[in-house]
């Protein structure tokens, strides 16, 4: 690539380098963001691109998931890159710099870990769990258990922000006895969503919906799954199984939507046994 005569000096050395470092990465974003820069970057702002970090961590998920490690890289790269976007707009703003993000999560890795480096003593992984959620709600004066369940981020995706609710409140014994006490309330939830769809309610449908979905919740976090991860899973192999009968009923010359439910069942069950 040929350079920009009008490149400033540090750019020019930044660009002609083989590897670069984390500075160099901030040094990047604050020319794109600048006068001579980009555009679409100096344009942004922390909310116009904060889907961009969502997206971007869950592309590293899908290469964690896929064990891809050339993916991996990439993906965190992207999502450092989106840490430093919104680290030199703090800057812009006056609110906060680079530095003041890294010192901040530098002392919050000393302070949360006094099991490592101060006096406090742990046995396990469970004891070391403990401790660090210990520092963490005295550090946000998280005192209540009411303070700690509402401090669950509501942006976090609906499935995972109510297993993540659930954790906390069971912290406070507020937490079922046995699996059958979990079912019952599963059993309930489902009779009362039935009920406000025979009333036609639609205000109550929603309701009870979201707490047929809670309670599902509820019985996989207390049997030790992770729902996000295991509708996931479930959502995967609906879409293996769906392509399975397309392939099948295509085979037979026919179309998918030319047949009944009660055909497409048929073929479906069949894919399920592939």
């Given amino acids: 690539m040929e350079l920009r005569r009008d490149l400033p000096e540090n750019i020019k050395q930044i660009v002609n380098k083989e590897h670069f470092t984390f500075d160099d990465l901030t ?8 006068p001579q820069g980009c555009p679409w970057d100096r344009e942004q702002t922390h909310e116009s691109i904060e889907i961009c970090l969502i ?10 998931r896929k064990k891809s490690a050339e993916k991996m890289t990439e993906e965190a790269g992207d999502v450092i890159l989106q840490s430093v976007f919104h680290a030199v707009m703090g800057e812009e703003e006056g609110s906060f710099t680079m530095q003041e993000v890294i010192d901040a999560e530098c002392l919050k890795m000393i302070t949360r870990h006094t099991h490592i480096f101060g006096e406090e003593r742990v046995r396990d992984s469970a004891g070391a769990l403990r401790a660090w959620e210990k520092n963490k709600y005295k550090e946000k004066h998280l005192e209540s258990a009411g303070d700690r369940v509402k ?25 079922f006895e046995n699996r059958e006490q979990v079912f019952g309330k599963l059993k309930e939830e489902t009779e009362e969503f039935a009920e406000a769809l025979r009333a036609g309610d639609e205000a109550r449908i929603a309701e009870e919906g979201g707490d047929l979905l809670f309670a599902a919740v509820n019985l996989l976090r207390f049997s030790g799954v ?19 009968t397309e392939k099948l009923v295509v085979a037979d010359g026919k179309e998918m939507t030319e047949l009944s439910p009660e055909e497409l069942d048929r073929y479906y069950n069949e894919a399920k046994k592939r």
């Fill in 27 to 34: 040094e990047i974003i604050r020319f794109l963001r600048s």
């Fill in 55 to 64: 997206e971007e961590a869950y592309e590293l998920i899908d290469a964690i």
């Fill in 151 to 175: 401090d669950v981020p509501e942006c976090l995706p609906a499935l995972l922000r109510a297993e993540k609710v659930q954790k906390r409140a069971a912290k406070f014994n507020f937490e």
């Fill in 226 to 244: 992770e729902s996000e991860r295991a509708l996931a899973a479930s959502t995967e192999k609906f879409i293996s199984r769906f392509v399975e």
